[in-house]
């Protein structure tokens, strides 16, 4: 054998190989639009057009994805990839709602969203058997915390500018009446069924173009996370900290968590009223959101408070609001603050107020 020519050959088919991928790379330029890094998520539909037209995509070109923090990172699986923003530092996800979820199993059924002074609107609700509060509430009463709705409504009449943020967002009351009303809306909820319902609702109602779904669990670090029902409350969700991928067997019994200081690209230099209803993860949330009180000028934090009436997370959430000149309110009365001394005497639910 001429080992001679036999390594000529090699060094030769080595330099064409390596001119070939140098040519490759040069060619071949990622498209870089901000806007597609918002892409609408649905892992359930593999086969969409990967070619969306940038009009689908650009009500998110707000969303400043240049500017994100450095922090840490949800463990990015085949499982999950997919479905996080291309440009964000943990695994935020929006949520596709221009697909028809109306023939999900969980739907029990659709009915008219009832607030005084509003025009009624759509919503999906449960079976009242496994959502003894907010759905039966709507199906015999056509609403849920209506009283406290108006007060928010109001709100928002008198600071036209305030965005609404619903963490936590269920099927969607305070979502509906608020985009009913013409304000834009961005909602996040760790449980799937919750925003296919909401999507039914805001597509039933020709409300889509208003509300922004983040398909997230909040917490203070990101991580995979399980669900504890309740059986007859769905809405009373709880978060399961310490889930790994592997343990997270389907996406209707797990989510993935972010920090709220992810959200600050989308939030920052605005005003807002955020709605907080995240089943005793409020303090977590706080914590993770130090950025996020510093750089968004957050008017108003509407909260559920039974949960912190009289324990050691409570104290720690009063600590965290005071320290950041918020003082607590009845929302039903925002005349006079509350007394931090009559903590347990406080509503079930309450209104921080900047």
Request: aromatic residues 10%.
């Amino acid at each position: 054998m001429n080992y001679s020519k036999f390594i000529k050959r090699l060094v030769f088919a080595f330099i064409l190989a390596c001119a070939t991928i140098v040519s490759l790379h040069v060619m071949y330029k990622p498209f870089l639009n901000s806007a597609l890094f918002a892409k609408y998520i649905d892992s359930s539909s593999s086969a969409k057009d990967e070619k969306q037209d940038v009009s689908e995509v650009s009500k998110y070109n707000d969303f400043n994805t240049s500017q994100v923090r450095s922090t840490p990172v949800t463990p990015r699986t085949d499982k999950y990839k997919h479905t996080c923003l291309a440009s964000f530092s943990n695994c935020v996800r929006i949520f596709d709602t221009s697909v028809d979820y109306s023939q999900v199993k969980q739907i029990h059924k659709c009915v008219s969203l009832r607030i005084p002074s509003l025009a009624n609107t759509p919503i999906c609700v449960y079976d009242p058997k496994i959502d003894i509060y907010v759905s039966k509430s709507i199906i015999t009463g056509g609403n849920w915390e209506g009283g406290n709705i108006l007060t928010v409504i109001e709100i928002l009449r008198r600071n036209p500018n305030l965005l609404f943020l619903d963490l936590g967002c269920n099927v969607g009351v305070y979502t509906l009446s608020i985009a009913k009303t013409g304000r834009k809306v961005i909602a996040l909820d760790a449980n799937r069924k919750n925003l296919e319902m909401l999507t039914t609702s805001l597509r039933k109602g020709n409300l889509t173009n208003m509300v922004t779904l983040i398909w997230n669990a909040l917490s203070d670090k990101a991580e995979t996370v399980g669900f504890k029902e309740d059986l007859r409350n769905i809405g009373g969700l709880q978060m399961l900290s310490g889930v790994s991928d592997a343990d997270a067997v389907s996406e209707e019994k797990s989510s993935v968590s972010i920090v709220l200081d992810d959200l600050v690209p989308m939030f920052r230099n605005k005003s807002l009223f955020i709605k907080m209803d995240i089943e005793t993860y409020e303090l977590k949330a706080m914590l993770g959101g130090k950025i996020f009180f510093k750089e968004v000028d957050i008017k108003f934090l509407f909260m559920e408070w039974f949960h912190h009436k009289d324990n050691d997370v409570g104290t720690r959430i009063i600590q965290f609001m005071t320290e950041r000149g918020y003082r607590p309110f009845n929302p039903l009365q925002t005349s006079f603050p509350l007394h931090i001394e009559n903590r347990k005497s406080w509503s079930g639910d309450i209104v921080w107020i900047k």
